[in-house]
């Protein structure tokens, strides 16, 4: 590829991102820079990652129906079936650009390697790699075989548009829209529905992808397939995901998801899972999870679950909902080293209603930030286990505590101390630590009848 279209690609990639995320970002910025001089919300978005842990397996070249090197062609009403292993419905190597609208494209071939359908696309029913673009419009998409992603990107330079389409995948490991080794997937008004396990409507894994996505319906049945799942930057506006059989959605290490005015539910286990395996698809580095506005509910287990990694949820104005009374919990898990594996997380809310108690093991860091007329009901630390349990709050949001609490640090920009409601509950703090000097290690009265004390 040339020097000139290669620039135009990294060119393209960074404006992307940046025209759907920067203007949230900085509108979050500055209003925390507004609200009672706190500036805790600057979450600056990650330099790209660079390729993944190169695997040892011999990567197997995928064929397919329709086959394109290089060249720009479009095609219309196309129905293309695809039946063989490893073999895809279309392939644009060598960056090529294809432009394919009213088609229909389908195969039910499995994957003889699942590394290779994860990581390169293997069997994927729409293959762009080597720096090729496919444009797919109004058109359908499904595989039925496992292994068999719908929409994949692999490689850079690679892109692949779709706009006003269906897809549909039925078996395990077989992803809606998916990006790899910096790939990029924009997706317009797509419906998507997957049905098989590790089966996410939206995907990224080794080497980075980024997938942004506007509008249209998600939804995934299989077990362990949730809506989301981010090895990469994924951005989702005015859409609805569901999960039935998973979390609603998962960033692994050094990644994200950004969502803006998007309905994200998760069935089973909990709602967003946030953590780091060490398997080498991930970076290691902070997770960030970012929602303005929109509605997130989930089924099972807490609202938001971290384990060892260092991860950034920031919330805005969204909807939230959690049938276990857990918002968040944080500590060692069933990855990384035994008591190494916990987490670190800045917890930060804007124009947002809190709900449901805060957990955190010894080996785990809290640091939850309201402003901007936020409220949190529930407890924090309440079994006083945590290794760090911080609080900060503006003067314009409360804390509605319905159970004792163990902070290792309370910042209050209201030091009458008028925006706990505290329910009779008692709140500890520990005296010792500078972020509490102004409070002299003094026990104070609480107006329900509570108490604020250095804790013994």
Not at 68 to 91: E, F, L
Not at 156 to 180: P, Q, Y
Request: charged fraction near 15%; include cysteine; charge should be neutral.
């Amino acid at each position: 590829m040339e020097r000139n279209e290669c620039m135009k690609i990294i060119i393209l990639r960074k404006a992307l991102i940046g025209a759907v995320i920067a203007s949230f970002l900085v509108s979050a910025y500055a209003s925390a820079q507004n609200t009672q001089g706190l500036s805790y919300l600057d979450y600056p978005l990650p330099p790209p990652d660079q390729q993944g842990p190169p695997s040892n397996r011999e990567i197997i070249k995928t064929t397919a129906v329709y086959t394109q090197n290089g060249k720009n062609i479009t095609k219309k009403d196309q129905a293309i079936r695809a039946y063989d292993t490893n073999q895809s419905g279309v392939k644009v190597t060598d960056g090529g650009i294809l432009t394919l609208k009213d088609s229909t494209i389908a195969t039910t071939g499995v994957t003889t390697s699942d590394e290779n359908s994860n990581f390169y696309g293997l069997n994927a029913a729409i293959l762009a790699e080597s720096g090729s673009k496919i444009k797919i419009k109004n058109s359908t998409v499904s595989t039925s075989g496992n292994g068999a992603n719908a929409i994949f990107a692999t490689g850079a330079g690679s892109m692949v548009t779709v706009e006003n389409a269906k897809i549909k995948t039925t078996a395990d490991s077989s992803r809606g829209l998916d990006a790899t080794l910096t790939g990029i997937v924009i997706a317009n008004n797509v419906d998507i529905s997957t049905q098989g396990t590790h089966s996410a409507a939206i995907a990224t894994d080794r080497g980075n992808g980024t997938i942004i996505v506007t509008g249209g319906i998600m939804r995934t049945s299989g077990m362990d397939s949730p809506g989301i799942y981010s090895t990469g930057d994924i951005t989702v506006t005015d859409a609805k995901i569901s999960a039935s059989g998973s979390e609603a959605a998962v960033v692994e290490g050094k990644n994200s998801i950004y969502l803006r005015n998007t309905v994200l539910v998760g069935t089973k286990k909990r709602g967003v899972m946030l953590y780091q395996s060490f398997s080498g698809d991930a970076e290691v580095g902070i997770s960030r999870f970012i929602m303005n506005e929109g509605s997130l509910s989930a089924g099972d287990g807490p609202l938001f679950y971290a384990t060892n990694t260092d991860t950034a949820i920031y919330l805005k104005g969204v909807d939230l909902t959690t049938a276990s009374g857990i918002l968040l919990e944080v500590g060692a898990g069933n990855w990384g080293i035994q008591g190494a594996n916990g987490a670190v997380v800045d917890f930060k809310a804007e124009k947002q209603i809190l709900k449901g108690n805060i957990i955190c093991d010894g080996i785990s860091t809290i640091n939850v930030g309201l402003q901007n007329f936020s409220m949190l009901e529930g407890s924090i630390n309440q079994e006083n286990a945590a290794k760090s349990a911080a609080l900060t709050l503006d003067l314009t949001s409360r804390w509605i505590v319905t159970g004792n609490s163990y902070l290792t640090s309370l910042i209050n920009r209201d030091t009458t101390l008028s925006n706990i409601e505290d329910n009779g509950f008692t709140i500890y703090y520990d005296a010792a630590h500078s972020a509490n000097n102004w409070l002299e290690n003094k026990t104070y009265q609480l107006k329900d009848g509570g108490i604020l004390t250095p804790k013994i």
